[in-house]
């Protein structure tokens, strides 16, 4: 499974991006999904998952009521909607697929490269 994300630029605080992660290699409709980042400096947090029938949603508290995580599976192509964005939501902005059906933590089976956010105040 191959994991391509997009989407990414610079943007206001204040503003919205829309994360892409199409994967190819195979279909992806039963696996979990999942959004992690990573600012300068520091190490990777999670940001949201999806389970696969996109019946369960996480988030980071740090997210939550901003940010919100979509799958097409038909498209075989996850989503980020991110609204609201603050200077401390710059970061790059990775996707990840697990071959289990609901995910927690941070092992997931496939990454995607990164995409770079940058949220100027």
């Known amino acids: 499974v191959q994991l391509q994300a997009s989407g990414g630029g610079s943007v206001q605080a204040g503003g919205s991006l829309r994360l892409s992660c199409a994967a190819s290699?195979?279909?992806?409709?039963?696996?979990?999904m999942g959004w992690f980042r990573q600012a300068p400096g520091k190490e990777r947090e999670f940001v949201a998952s999806?389970?696969?029938?996109?019946?369960?949603?996480d988030y980071a508290d740090s997210v939550k009521g901003r940010f919100t995580i979509s799958r097409d599976n038909a498209k075989n192509t996850v989503y980020l909607q991110m609204n609201s964005l603050k200077p401390e939501d710059t970061a790059v902005y990775y996707c990840?697929?697990?071959?289990?059906?609901?995910?927690?933590?941070?092992?997931?089976?496939?990454w995607g490269q990164g995409t770079q956010v940058t949220v100027s105040s």
């Open positions: 990840a697929g697990d071959r289990t059906g609901y995910k927690l933590g941070y092992d997931y089976d496939y």
């Open positions: 290699g195979r279909a992806v409709s039963s696996y979990a």
């Open positions: 999806i389970s696969w029938s996109g019946g369960r949603t």
